[in-house]
């Protein structure tokens, strides 16, 4: 079993069947489509954190990028595993705020994607986690950042994280804004509870 005391992970070891078919029906460019048009056409290296099962990750991988996919979750990994095995994807068992594994390789990376994730970090760890992904930042790399905004579903640890605190806390670590928008939620459930997206992206 999962332990419970990697930050933001609650309830999803928990629930990891039922969302991890949901995950597998949310496509990457309706997910994607307000930030699509900054993604690096080139090949590039991307370092997908919170990667779930994967569906960002390979759909990256197709395009050509090398792609490591950090997911904590042991469910989600074998999922994912299973599911995108053609996909040239590294799997990585390791976490926010201190991405130990992650760092431990001084590597460098050309995007970063954060995707409905933040806000699942208390403050104290935002702060830490930001300073953790700016390191992993080559300089002119791209971080992606998504926050979701609306109820909480049950069992979930989830913060209210404004998009400008995100922004803030980004220029803090010398990452300049690039982009932020608003965006619903493509998953009809969290629409009709009240669900919608800030989509935020930086430049080192």
């Known amino acids: 079993m999962e332990p419970s005391i990697v930050p933001g992970t609650e309830g999803y070891a928990d629930n990891a ?6 995950y597998d029906s949310v496509a ?29 990750a390979a759909c990256l991988a197709s395009l050509g ?15 994912g595993m299973q599911a995108h095995a053609p996909a040239n994807i590294e799997w990585v068992n390791d976490s926010l705020p201190a991405l130990s594994a992650i760092g431990a390789r001084q590597t460098r990376y050309d995007l970063i994607v954060v995707a409905a ?9 935002r702060m830490e986690a930001m300073g953790n992904i700016s390191i992993l930042l080559k300089p002119g790399a791209m971080l992606v950042m998504s926050l979701r905004h609306g109820p909480a579903p049950e069992g979930r640890r989830i913060f209210d994280v404004s998009a400008s605190e ?4 980004a220029m803090r670590h010398q990452l300049k ?13 969290n629409r009709q509870a009240g669900v919608s997206w800030s989509w935020l992206v930086f430049e080192k």
């Open 65 to 79: 990028h090398t792609v490591v996919a950090l997911e904590p979750i042991a469910a989600f990994r074998a999922a």
């Open 177 to 189: 804004v690039m982009l932020h928008t608003q965006a619903p939620s493509v998953q009809l459930q």
């Open 17 to 22: 069947g039922q969302l991890i078919a949901r």
């Open 166 to 169: 995100t922004a803030e806390l």
């Open 117 to 125: 994730v933040w806000m699942h970090l208390a403050a104290e760890e």
């Open 28 to 56: 990457f460019l309706d997910k994607y489509r307000p930030v699509a048009h900054l993604l690096p056409t080139r090949a590039s290296s991307v370092l997908d954190i919170g990667a779930g099962t994967g569906g960002d």
